[in-house]
């Protein structure tokens, strides 16, 4: 039975970061290349949110927006719905996606020179926006026990000098894929307590859970942290639109909901009505049952790609829980990381991240986009296989 999922729709030439700019980045040619860097799908998003948009063009008058009650409502529900999560509409505020979101907690809470603590490898935009606000990054490496990433908090608890004055959780973990156990969050957030750290949570990837995973949002864990928690969450990954910079920043805590909302209007930021209106659409029982039928259908390709991924010897890919990118280590090959990569750009033509980026235990590791119709998945398993077929 084919699946909308398998559509293979050519995104080449229309502005896409993922396919129209990696030739110049990975030197892979959208012509007989494959993009699977990027972390957005080859997906269209649910039908609800296409129509919502054509409701907008038939319209016709793109002014400003006003009254954001069914919007937050839309949040409201997804949250309680498919999370057990109650939010209140007061903890709500909007930001120009979840990068700008975590800046902005960066710009809020910490001070040049202050220590933001990441747990690496980890999403490489937080590297980058801690580095520009003029932070330190503070790196706790997890620990890789029995083909997946744990954390040491004795080890972590030893790193601390005092200056570290946030720490940022990737949950689940992107690009290991890790669910974090309830347990695993508990640890987290008396670890922020100890050292008197604000905790942000990006959720982003809460979401896009394989089948038989539970993800636990942070805010549910322990409720004596609500004072330093910082929630982040959006609509942008699970239905594939992105590009509307859309995300939510949700704090419970009036006094630092207060101090974060000062930032966003010192800098005169306010959302764009596109976001607001695909993001109401998509939080509805219609965009359930889409991004149910999507998790199934990118179980199938997890379950594709480990599988050929894990025949190749010496390489290895993350048992994925969680998110649509698949973390493949390559040090069982015994090759530098030079060799490695080219194989899979120039021999396999496939454009995927590379490992260093993420930070610290990402040297010998790829990152692969799985949120693509079936068949380019299939087409990068026997590219990988061709390319380390002197290894098997």
Known sequence: MTSPFDEVIDRVGTHSAKWDKMEDIYGVSPEGGLAMWVADMD????????????????HGIYGYFG??????AAIRWWMAERHGWAVEDDWIT????????????????????????LFTPVYHAFHRVIKSAGREVVECPLVLTDGRYEMDFAA??????????????????????????????????DFAKRHDLILVSDEIHHDLVMPGQKHVPMALVDDSISDRLVMLSATTKTFNIAGSHTGNVIIRDPA???????????????????????????YSPEGAAWVDDLC????????????????IPGLRSMPLEATYLAWVDFSGTGMAA????????????IAANHGPVFGTGGESWLRFNLATPRARVEEACDRLKAAFADLQ
């Open 296 to 311: 199934a259908y990118l179980d199938g390709n997890r379950k594709i790609f480990d599988a050929a991924v894990d025949e």
């Open 156 to 189: 972590y608890d030893a790193q601390m000098t005092g200056r570290e004055k946030l720490v940022v959780l990737c949950s689940p973990h992107n690009p290991g894929g890790r669910v974090w156990s309830r347990e695993e969050l508990q640890q987290v957030a």
């Open 94 to 117: 909007t930001t120009h996606g979840l990068v700008n979101g975590t800046a902005l907690c960066i710009d809020a809470y910490t001070a040049p020179g202050d220590g933001v603590v």
């Open 338 to 349: 030079s060799e490695f990569t080219a194989r899979v750009e120039r021999e396999a033509r």
């Open 256 to 282: 630092l909901r207060k101090r974060f909302s000062q930032r966003l209007a010192s800098l005169g930021l306010s959302p764009n009505s596109f976001g607001l209106v695909m993001a109401t659409a998509a």
């Open 43 to 58: 997906f269209r998003p649910p039908a609800c949110v296409q129509e919502a948009l054509q409701g907008m063009l038939d």
């Open 67 to 72: 009254d954001e009650s069914d919007y937050l």
